[in-house]
């Protein structure tokens, strides 16, 4: 899995690239057996692997010390609260309070905090606390994945989703891009990530109905692209059955997309008790990624979702921080908190942590 800032990577203030072998537990091992399966006779990465090792154990890592977090504000009421500033929240790391090195809100360019407040102007690279000038341009909009159902659950509403699909994408923000894919038992890409939305509604429009469900098989698949390139990024989900197919499990899936730092949001057609199993899966899933599930089991609720995520890529804020030492080689807790009179009335959601890379 390609690597970069917008995960958690390591020591950048070098910018320099290294192919390593990526890190195996015995659970991300099984995953690079299968993804290996799954992914045979894609193009290499940005780059050529080195002589001996296969490119689904390589590991293209650009290295910085940087995280970034995707974080929604709401009300009791799930209205979303806009016109928050970096001194409203307070970010901690295995407990240890950050230093906040950059705050944006929407699809605004990114401001660089000194420790003085917000700087005038965007991000730039020339001070201690400053992002990288490529990184703080790829922080502006939202690189969006639409990951949509499209097996033989779906041959009597297949029209009905695309129309649903193509609002979300034609209501984007300019400033974002989108991807268009499909699953069953295979993913199939009706169109590349690209700032052109009208490349994505004709994309949309080849899709055709059939086959088993590999939900879990695609949606890795789709991580594994959504992390070739950088910047603040989404996958959306559109499922209308339960996986059948997989060989990867739900809670393997989510754990790569925490690390990666990539929210997951589902839109399930299926009501909350109908399927508890899927249910249950895609409430973890986009919990611990920052993201949100939904249970929408008419085509008008459907369609609402779709705004709310829309609304939501337009109101969160975004993030970022150097780690403060910390010899934690495993899992680092992420805890963002409002601070003020206000805490307690609004709700915070983003990804609970992550995993550094060793």
Same mark, same amino acid.
């Given at each position: ?15 320099? +690239?290294?192919? +390593? ?17 799954? *992914?045979?006779?894609?193009?290499? /990465? ?37 016109? /928050?500033?970096? %001194? ?50 790829? /922080? ?21 989703? %695309? ?135 008419? *085509? ?11 609304? %939501? ?46």
């Amino acid at each position: 899995m390609l690597r970069d800032a917008n995960a958690h990577t390591k020591g950048m203030r070098e910018c320099r +690239v290294q192919w +390593v072998w990526p890190r195996v537990g015995v659970r991300l091992g099984v995953l690079a057996a299968v993804t290996a399966g799954l *992914w045979q006779g894609a193009p290499a /990465l940005h780059g050529q692997v080195p002589e001996g090792l296969g490119e689904a154990a390589a590991l293209f890592e650009v290295e910085v010390d940087l995280v970034m977090l995707n974080i929604a504000v709401t009300d009791q009421r799930g209205r979303y609260i806009q016109g /928050l500033t970096p %001194e409203d929240f307070r970010i901690t790391e295995d407990g240890v309070q950050q230093a906040i090195a950059s705050f944006g809100a929407g699809n605004a360019a990114p401001r660089r905090i000194t420790r003085t407040g917000v700087r005038p102007g965007p991000v730039a690279g020339e001070a201690e606390l400053s992002i990288p000038e490529a990184i703080a341009g790829q /922080l502006v909009g939202t690189n969006v994945f639409v990951l949509f159902d499209t097996s033989n659950f779906m041959y009597r509403s297949l029209v009905y989703a %695309e129309d649903a699909i193509a609002d979300f994408i034609r209501g984007l923000d300019g400033a974002d891009s989108v991807a268009v894919y499909s699953f069953s038992r295979n993913l199939t890409r009706h169109a590349n990530l690209s700032p052109e939305h009208d490349d994505a509604l004709r994309g949309l429009r080849r899709s055709v109905a059939g086959d088993e469900t590999a939900l879990y098989n695609c949606l890795l698949l789709t991580l594994r692209d959504a992390a070739k390139v950088s910047g603040r990024k989404v996958i959306i989900v559109f499922s209308n059955g339960p996986d059948n197919a997989s060989a990867v499990s739900p809670d393997d899936v989510g754990a790569i997309a925490e690390d990666e730092g990539v929210p997951i949001y589902v839109i399930s057609t299926r009501a909350l008790n109908r399927d508890p199993i899927s249910s249950n899966a895609f409430r973890r899933i986009t919990a611990r990624t920052g993201g949100k599930a939904y249970f929408a089991k008419t *085509w008008q609720r459907q369609s609402e979702a779709f705004v709310e995520i829309r609304d %939501e890529l337009a109101s969160s804020y975004t993030v970022t921080y150097y780690p403060e030492a910390n010899p934690n080689r495993g899992w680092r807790s992420i805890q963002v908190e409002l601070v003020g009179p206000d805490q307690r009335r609004y709700r915070v959601r983003t990804r609970a942590g992550y995993r550094p890379k060793l």
